[in-house]
């Protein structure tokens, strides 16, 4: 069964750093472009960033640009979001998402595998 599972969300205070994780499992992700997307309480999914299936090309909300990088590990299967100096407008669900292609952009909610999310708070 092919599965994507994130981890690493939780509580911060504004200007901290969490950094999210995406495992794959049944699948390798070297040949995927991944995304990761978020939600926050009565908003629509938004692209946050995304990465290539080389890595060499990647992209971020203007919202994020700066603050947050999308990186991958190909030897662990992994794929990374850190997320500095979080703010409280990041509070949200973060969900990875995987589709079998060089690069697909980040607003594009048509990626092929998606995980459960995991819940990022930034509050004081």
């Known amino acids: 069964q092919l599965q994507l599972v994130e981890s690493g969300g939780g509580l911060v205070q504004p200007g901290g750093s969490l950094r999210l994780s995406c495992a794959a499992s049944?699948?390798?992700?070297?040949?995927?472009?991944i995304a990761w997307f978020r939600q926050a309480a009565g908003k629509e999914r938004e692209g946050v960033s995304c990465i290539s299936s080389s890595g060499g090309a990647t992209d971020y909300v203007d919202s994020v640009t700066g603050r947050f990088t999308i990186s991958r590990d190909y030897a662990k299967n992994m794929v990374y979001l850190q997320m500095n100096n979080l703010q409280v407008e990041d509070t949200a669900i973060y969900y990875c998402a995987a589709d079998a292609v060089t690069y697909k952009a980040c607003y594009s909610k048509e990626y092929h595998y998606w995980g459960q999310g995991a819940r990022v708070v930034v509050s004081s």
């Open positions: 049944g699948f390798t992700l070297d040949d995927y472009a």
